[in-house]
């Protein structure tokens, strides 16, 4: 399986940017990166996702390094609604998904 | 609005007692996924649905079975439920024949409490 490595937990400060980090030091050249939220009691929601070059929407931002071994999502102003556990995934051939430990995010108001 | 939609959202069953849990969705998708989440875990895939094709991970129990009757619906079926199968079900949809660069849709879930 696909393996993806985050901390497990993190605050931020509401309104400041949360820096969110995933190691993915197996990834395959066709695996893309996929982030999700789940708040309690809820299914997971999808963020952002990419393969090689950064990405934005209105949600966050996603960073991917170079050799796509890490990458960062950037949530610009954290929200008391921020406030869930983000996941880092990868999604292999066949958009199987497996789910690393995932960060709880904690905002601080 | 398209979702995908799982019911009941609670449910209880007795030890060993069959149970099935049903998710449909109205978004068209080709791809239905089923995962298994308990208490402070990650979700975990039991297995997935390419239209009527069945995948199953090496590693789900035979305990736990699928069907797709059509498109829009998905059941789980556990047929002896032990205590360990106590979690939330989450069913999950994706289009495009499971491209990997596709998002998944989410149900809520149905949180199974076994007696």
């Known amino acids: 399986d696909a393996k993806t490595t985050q901390p497990n937990s993190m605050e931020s400060n509401e309104e400041e940017p949360v820096h969110l980090p995933c190691n993915h030091s197996t990834i395959s050249g066709t695996d893309y990166i996929h982030w999700y939220r789940q708040l309690p009691s809820q299914g997971p929601e999808y963020v952002i996702h990419?393969?090689?070059s950064n990405v934005n929407n209105r949600m966050a931002s996603l960073a991917i390094a170079e050799d796509r071994k890490s990458s960062t999502l950037i949530l610009h102003r954290a929200t008391l609604r921020d406030a869930a556990v983000y996941y880092c995934?990868?999604?292999?051939?066949?958009?199987?998904?497996?789910f690393g430990t995932g960060t709880s995010l904690t905002v601080i108001p | 609005d398209a979702m995908v939609i799982q019911n009941p959202r609670y449910q209880v069953t007795q030890f060993g007692k069959p149970v099935t849990l049903s998710c449909s969705q109205t978004?068209?998708?080709?791809?239905m996924y089923w995962y298994q989440q308990k208490s402070s875990q990650a979700p975990k895939l039991l297995f997935h649905y390419y239209d009527k094709d069945f995948n199953n991970e090496a590693d789900t129990p035979d305990n736990f079975q699928s069907r797709r009757p059509n498109t829009s619906f998905c059941f789980l079926d556990i047929r002896s439920p032990g205590l360990g199968d106590a979690a939330m079900y989450l069913c999950?949809?994706?289009?495009?024949?499971?491209?990997?660069?596709?998002?998944?849709?989410f149900g809520d879930g149905t949180r199974l409490s076994i007696l």
């Open positions: 990419g393969l090689t």
């Open positions: 999950a949809t994706s289009g495009l024949q499971g491209l990997s660069n596709q998002p998944q849709h």
């Open positions: 995934i990868l999604s292999v051939t066949g958009n199987q998904f497996y």
């Open positions: 978004l068209n998708h080709n791809v």
